[in-house]
């Protein structure tokens, strides 16, 4: 069964930076796009970054852009998010997901989802 293995959540104080990483556990994800979304308590999931199967276009969500960053590795079947700045409000689970439809802002456009990492940015 494909998974998506995510790591590199934690507490960290606001100002500080993360870096959360996803594996996943075949090597077909190298061909499709990979992003994460989020979940702070009582909202509704909200899409934070994609990047697309070449690792050259990265997308963000205007909240996190010019703080975060995402990348793939060589291979292609893993992705970082590098999260630096970080606020009280980027408090939240990330999920890691993945698509071979292209990257996009919307939950339903993603096939394949991870278990979620909490991160947990104190004031």
């Known amino acids: 069964q494909v998974q998506l293995i995510e790591s590199g959540g934690g507490l960290v104080q606001a100002g500080g930076s993360l870096r959360l990483s996803c594996a996943a556990s075949?090597?077909?994800?190298?061909?499709?796009?990979m992003g994460w979304f989020r979940q702070s308590p009582g909202k509704e999931r909200e899409f934070v970054a994609a990047?697309?199967?070449?690792?050259?276009?990265?997308y963000y969500a205007t909240s996190v852009e010019g703080r975060f960053t995402i990348s793939r590795d060589g291979a292609g079947n893993t992705v970082y998010l590098q999260m630096s700045s970080l606020k009280p409000e980027d408090t939240a689970v990330y999920y890691c997901?993945?698509?071979?439809?292209?990257?996009?802002?919307?939950?339903?456009?993603?096939?394949?989802w991870g278990q979620g990492t909490q991160v947990t940015v104190s004031s």
């Open positions: 990047i697309n199967w070449s690792g050259k276009t990265p």
């Open positions: 075949e090597r077909a994800f190298s061909n499709l796009a």
């Open positions: 997901v993945a698509t071979s439809k292209g990257a996009t802002m919307i939950q339903t456009g993603w096939s394949y």
